[in-house]
């Protein structure tokens, strides 16, 4: 049973940072490219980032480059999103997903896994 385990959000004000971390179990991690997404409330669910099953290649959304970092530590089972300057309309509910593919891809039907997605919220 594939398991995908968020962790890290919280409050914190217009400018700061966070570092999100998610763990999965239940497949071989290295294998599957994996994904972040966001949703805030009344709209859809939104990709954030992507990264290779290598760690080689990632891909962000134009709202986020050069503020956010995607990574993975497949020793660790773990990717990571680390978020620099962050603005209130940030705020969302996050959360990861393990790609069917090795490669990076952007749609939500790619992904097969979820978590159960982290609160960040932003204040002005």
């Known amino acids: 049973q594939v398991q995908l385990v968020e962790s890290g959000g919280g409050l914190v004000q217009a400018g700061g940072s966070l570092r999100l971390s998610c763990a999965a179990s239940?497949?071989?991690?290295?294998?599957?490219?994996m994904g972040w997404f966001r949703q805030a409330p009344g709209k859809e669910r939104e990709f954030v980032a992507a990264?290779?099953?290598?760690?080689?290649?990632?891909d962000y959304a134009d709202s986020v480059k050069g503020r956010f970092t995607i990574s993975r530590d497949n020793g660790k089972n773990t990717v990571y999103l680390q978020m620099n300057s962050l603005k209130p309309e940030d705020t969302a509910v996050y959360y990861c997903?393990?790609?069917?593919?090795?490669?990076?891809?952007?749609?939500?039907?790619?992904?097969?896994?979820w978590g159960q997605g982290t609160q960040v919220t932003v204040s002005s």
């Open positions: 239940g497949r071989t991690f290295s294998n599957y490219a």
């Open positions: 990264i290779s099953q290598s760690g080689v290649s990632t």
């Open positions: 997903a393990t790609s069917r593919f090795r490669g990076i891809v952007r749609g939500t039907n790619h992904y097969d896994y």
